[in-house]
Protein backbone atom coordinates (compact mmCIF):
# COMPACT_ATOMS: atom_id res chain seq x y z
CA UNK A 1 0.00 0.00 0.00
CA UNK A 2 0.86 3.30 -1.16
CA UNK A 3 1.21 6.57 1.45
CA UNK A 4 -1.03 8.75 -0.93
CA UNK A 5 1.45 11.71 1.12
CA UNK A 6 4.56 10.39 -0.25
CA UNK A 7 6.09 10.94 -3.91
CA UNK A 8 4.32 9.54 -6.73
CA UNK A 9 6.40 6.04 -6.84
CA UNK A 10 6.71 5.95 -10.85
CA UNK A 11 7.96 9.63 -11.25
CA UNK A 12 10.54 9.44 -8.57
CA UNK A 13 12.09 6.43 -9.50
CA UNK A 14 12.53 7.46 -12.96
CA UNK A 15 13.93 10.67 -12.15
CA UNK A 16 11.73 12.54 -14.54
CA UNK A 17 10.84 16.17 -14.29
CA UNK A 18 6.89 14.92 -14.53
CA UNK A 19 4.06 17.41 -16.46
CA UNK A 20 1.08 18.79 -14.57
CA UNK A 21 -0.70 15.85 -15.92
CA UNK A 22 1.56 13.12 -15.43
CA UNK A 23 1.65 13.95 -12.13
CA UNK A 24 -1.90 14.88 -11.65
CA UNK A 25 -2.84 11.03 -12.75
CA UNK A 26 0.00 9.82 -10.10
CA UNK A 27 -2.10 11.34 -7.72
CA UNK A 28 -5.36 10.08 -9.02
CA UNK A 29 -4.10 6.62 -9.44
CA UNK A 30 -2.61 6.26 -5.30
CA UNK A 31 -5.86 7.65 -4.64
CA UNK A 32 -7.81 4.94 -6.34
CA UNK A 33 -5.19 2.41 -5.13
CA UNK A 34 -6.39 3.34 -1.39
CA UNK A 35 -10.51 3.51 -2.51
CA UNK A 36 -9.67 0.13 -4.06
CA UNK A 37 -8.05 -1.91 -1.07
CA UNK A 38 -10.27 0.39 1.61
CA UNK A 39 -13.30 -0.72 -0.73
CA UNK A 40 -12.47 -4.30 -0.28
CA UNK A 41 -15.87 -6.28 0.77
CA UNK A 42 -14.39 -9.75 1.91
CA UNK A 43 -11.36 -9.53 -0.32
CA UNK A 44 -13.44 -9.79 -3.34
CA UNK A 45 -15.56 -6.80 -4.44
CA UNK A 46 -13.87 -3.05 -4.59
CA UNK A 47 -15.31 0.13 -4.54
CA UNK A 48 -18.21 -0.30 -2.06
CA UNK A 49 -20.62 1.56 -0.79
CA UNK A 50 -20.64 2.30 3.54
CA UNK A 51 -23.53 2.95 5.47
CA UNK A 52 -24.07 2.67 8.91
CA UNK A 53 -26.28 0.15 10.75
CA UNK A 54 -27.77 -0.69 14.21
CA UNK A 55 -25.48 -3.79 16.15
CA UNK A 56 -29.11 -4.51 17.75
CA UNK A 57 -31.30 -5.02 14.55
CA UNK A 58 -28.79 -5.31 11.54
CA UNK A 59 -31.00 -2.45 10.04
CA UNK A 60 -29.49 0.24 8.05
CA UNK A 61 -29.64 4.23 9.90
CA UNK A 62 -30.07 7.18 7.91
CA UNK A 63 -28.47 10.20 9.42
CA UNK A 64 -30.59 13.09 11.16
CA UNK A 65 -29.15 15.91 11.74
CA UNK A 66 -31.22 17.04 14.17
CA UNK A 67 -29.56 14.76 16.61
CA UNK A 68 -26.16 15.70 17.60
CA UNK A 69 -24.90 11.89 17.79
CA UNK A 70 -26.00 8.86 15.78
CA UNK A 71 -26.46 6.61 18.75
CA UNK A 72 -29.42 8.40 20.38
CA UNK A 73 -33.28 8.85 19.31
CA UNK A 74 -35.34 11.05 21.52
CA UNK A 75 -37.14 7.34 22.30
CA UNK A 76 -34.37 6.30 24.14
CA UNK A 77 -31.69 7.47 27.10
CA UNK A 78 -29.21 4.53 25.97
CA UNK A 79 -26.77 5.07 23.76
CA UNK A 80 -26.78 2.17 20.86
CA UNK A 81 -23.87 0.40 19.28
CA UNK A 82 -23.33 1.10 15.50
CA UNK A 83 -21.16 -0.13 13.16
CA UNK A 84 -20.36 1.04 9.64
CA UNK A 85 -20.45 -1.14 6.82
CA UNK A 86 -20.40 -2.36 3.28
CA UNK A 87 -23.79 -2.24 1.77
CA UNK A 88 -22.91 -4.28 -0.44
CA UNK A 89 -22.78 -8.43 0.86
CA UNK A 90 -20.63 -11.36 -0.15
CA UNK A 91 -21.76 -15.11 0.54
CA UNK A 92 -20.07 -16.99 3.14
CA UNK A 93 -19.97 -20.88 3.59
CA UNK A 94 -20.66 -20.49 6.95
CA UNK A 95 -23.15 -17.98 8.56
CA UNK A 96 -24.55 -16.53 4.90
CA UNK A 97 -23.69 -13.20 2.88
CA UNK A 98 -21.76 -10.56 5.01
CA UNK A 99 -20.82 -7.38 4.68
CA UNK A 100 -17.62 -5.66 5.34
CA UNK A 101 -17.23 -3.87 8.85
CA UNK A 102 -14.92 -1.13 8.69
CA UNK A 103 -15.99 0.68 11.91
CA UNK A 104 -17.25 -2.39 14.26
CA UNK A 105 -18.96 -1.17 17.44
CA UNK A 106 -19.18 2.85 17.93
CA UNK A 107 -21.25 4.48 20.94
CA UNK A 108 -20.31 7.73 20.35
CA UNK A 109 -20.60 8.72 16.67
CA UNK A 110 -21.57 12.12 15.79
CA UNK A 111 -24.03 12.66 12.79
CA UNK A 112 -22.04 15.07 11.15
CA UNK A 113 -18.82 12.90 11.18
CA UNK A 114 -20.99 9.82 10.40
CA UNK A 115 -22.55 11.54 7.67
CA UNK A 116 -19.31 12.94 6.32
CA UNK A 117 -17.95 9.26 6.28
CA UNK A 118 -20.65 7.68 4.25
CA UNK A 119 -20.67 10.58 1.49
CA UNK A 120 -17.16 9.86 0.96
CA UNK A 121 -17.11 6.19 0.68
CA UNK A 122 -14.90 4.10 -1.54
CA UNK A 123 -17.68 4.10 -4.48
CA UNK A 124 -18.07 8.13 -4.27
CA UNK A 125 -14.25 8.67 -4.38
CA UNK A 126 -14.33 5.77 -7.57
CA UNK A 127 -16.66 8.05 -9.25
CA UNK A 128 -14.53 11.18 -8.35
CA UNK A 129 -11.68 10.11 -9.86
CA UNK A 130 -13.00 8.33 -12.87
CA UNK A 131 -14.62 11.99 -13.56
CA UNK A 132 -11.66 13.85 -13.24
CA UNK A 133 -9.83 11.55 -15.51
CA UNK A 134 -12.36 12.46 -18.16
CA UNK A 135 -11.54 15.93 -17.75
CA UNK A 136 -7.81 15.47 -18.21
CA UNK A 137 -8.36 13.32 -21.11
CA UNK A 138 -10.56 16.25 -22.07
CA UNK A 139 -8.15 18.94 -21.73
CA UNK A 140 -4.93 16.67 -23.10
CA UNK A 141 -2.51 18.50 -25.36
CA UNK A 142 -2.29 18.81 -28.74
CA UNK A 143 -0.16 16.82 -31.01
CA UNK A 144 1.35 19.64 -32.54
CA UNK A 145 3.50 22.83 -30.89
CA UNK A 146 2.41 26.00 -31.85
CA UNK A 147 4.09 28.77 -33.54
CA UNK A 148 6.16 29.26 -29.72
CA UNK A 149 7.24 26.08 -29.33
CA UNK A 150 4.11 24.98 -26.97
CA UNK A 151 1.27 22.73 -27.25
CA UNK A 152 -2.17 23.96 -26.74
CA UNK A 153 -5.16 22.47 -25.13
CA UNK A 154 -7.29 20.39 -27.49
CA UNK A 155 -11.03 21.79 -25.32
CA UNK A 156 -9.88 25.59 -24.37
CA UNK A 157 -9.30 27.66 -27.89
CA UNK A 158 -5.74 28.59 -28.48
CA UNK A 159 -4.72 27.91 -24.48
CA UNK A 160 -1.66 26.91 -23.74
CA UNK A 161 -1.64 23.63 -21.39
CA UNK A 162 -1.96 23.36 -18.71
CA UNK A 163 -4.81 25.29 -19.89
CA UNK A 164 -6.64 26.32 -16.95
CA UNK A 165 -8.95 23.51 -15.80
CA UNK A 166 -6.19 21.42 -15.34
CA UNK A 167 -4.58 23.46 -12.66
CA UNK A 168 -8.18 24.24 -11.16
CA UNK A 169 -8.05 20.17 -11.18
CA UNK A 170 -4.67 19.63 -9.25
CA UNK A 171 -5.56 22.43 -6.34
CA UNK A 172 -7.27 20.12 -3.84
CA UNK A 173 -3.23 17.85 -4.34
CA UNK A 174 -1.14 20.53 -4.26
CA UNK A 175 0.20 19.75 -0.57
CA UNK A 176 1.22 16.26 -2.78
CA UNK A 177 4.87 15.41 -2.83
CA UNK A 178 6.27 16.90 -6.51
CA UNK A 179 3.55 19.51 -7.19
CA UNK A 180 5.70 22.44 -8.68
CA UNK A 181 5.27 26.27 -8.35
CA UNK A 182 5.97 27.25 -11.74
CA UNK A 183 2.81 25.21 -12.84
CA UNK A 184 0.39 27.85 -11.64
CA UNK A 185 0.97 30.55 -13.42
ZN1 LIG B 1 -8.46 23.01 -21.44
Not at 4 to 33: M, T
Not at 95 to 110: A, C, Q, R, T
Request: proline share 6%.
Amino acid sequence: MTDPNSAPRNLESAGENPSLVEWLRECLDQDELLAKEAGRVRGELTGAHWHWEDNGSDEPLSVDFGLEYLNFDDSSSWARSVSLRSVEEVPTTSVGPLPEFIIHGEDEMKSVHAAHIVAWDPARVLAEIAAKRELLDLHRATARSNSRGRRECITCFETETPCRTLLILAQPYRSRPGFRKEWWR
